[in-house]
């Protein structure tokens, strides 16, 4: 790990403006990704603004019926949430099928939405990547890709979102609060949020240097059946192959988005329109422009079973 400095900072203004007068500096919370990073030199920040203090780790019911979630609420505490577990059930599902009990009890909302891939090869410094590190080539494409995106991919990259929670909050249509050194506050949608790898795959969301997350807004509750399935090589702490996150109604529609299959957190609106089909029709529209590998086609008809099971649940 290289050397670093240090600061608490006292408020959202400070934490951003130290963010601004240093462009190597990293906001620190939970730390259940970036300092694994650190200790790879994945992730080499020379000053990192510890973000624990400014007190946003409350759940909030907002006027228009949501919740508002702040950015330093702990993943155990917002899965055992009574509101979130009554109302976007979707989600508590999600967040405990994510990691370990003793990691859910440190990562945090925004930790968790900003999370980057585990890609072996991103981890692996001895390989070249694009994404931590811009033109250097892509070791997936052409390697071992069993674990890796089959849809929105690029020629720069392959890899895979691996958070669950984010596949909930997509479903939900969660809108993600922002706030830059200047003070200037962004709404935004979380299907905005995450970005495809396009020819620029370091970066994974839109945020800009410096800009901080300071909660997720879900909005009313949509009721109907909330499902999390997740598929995956063993039972507990494992990233997806393929996950499944829905909401479906009695009369058939619904929601759903995916998981492990591309660059961010998989959702389709048309696919949604399908559901009352079957889960056929809407996989045909969610992987409708699926480029998998000989390695991981698997998936494609995984994705299928995965919806089916959660549609065969849903009706009971």
């Known amino acids: 790990m290289k050397a670093f400095t240090y600061e608490r900072a006292a408020s959202i203004e400070a934490a951003t403006k130290a963010a601004e007068a240093n462009p190597e500096a ?6 259940t990704n970036i300092l694994d990073l650190m200790k790879l030199e994945i992730e080499t920040p020379t000053h990192l603004i510890d973000v624990n203090g400014l007190g946003l780790d409350k759940i909030e019911p907002t006027p228009e019926g949501g919740v508002r979630i702040g950015a330093l609420v702990r993943n155990t505490d917002l ?18 099928a994510g990691a370990s009990g003793q990691l859910r009890n ?26 931590r590190q811009p033109g ?27 958070s669950d929670m984010a596949i909930a909050m997509r479903t939900l249509d969660a809108v993600i609060e922002t706030v830059n050194a200047d003070g200037v506050r962004r709404s935004i949608p979380i299907a905005d949020f995450h970005r495809l790898p396009g020819d620029t ?3 994974d969301t839109v945020l800009e240097k410096g800009e901080f997350v300071t909660a997720a807004m879900l909005p009313p509750p949509i009721g109907g059946k909330h499902i999390y399935r997740k598929v995956r090589d063993r039972a507990s702490y494992a990233f997806a192959l393929v996950s499944v996150g829905a909401v479906i109604q009695s009369d058939g529609t619904g929601r759903v988005a995916v998981g492990g299959i591309a660059h961010k957190p ?22 409708s422009d699926a480029r998998p590998t000989d390695q991981n086609r698997f998936k494609v008809a995984l994705v299928e079973r995965t919806l089916s099971a959660v549609i065969a649940e849903a009706k009971g």
């Open 26 to 31: 990293k906001f620190i919370a939970g730390g």
């Open 79 to 96: 899965a055992a949430d009574e509101r979130i577990r009554r109302d976007y059930g979707l989600l508590s599902r999600a967040l405990v």
């Open 106 to 131: 440190k990562a945090t909302t925004a930790g968790n939405l900003l999370q980057r891939t585990r890609c072996p090869y991103f981890y692996d410094t001895n390989q070249p990547c694009n994404k």
């Open 136 to 162: 250097s080539g892509c070791s997936a494409i052409g390697g071992i890709t069993r674990q890796h995106a089959v849809v929105g991919t690029s020629e720069s990259c392959i890899a895979t979102h691996p």
């Open 201 to 203: 795959p370091e970066r």
């Open 266 to 287: 998989w959702r389709m609106e048309t696919a949604d329109a399908e559901l009352p089909k079957g889960a056929r029709a809407a996989s045909s529209v969610l992987l």
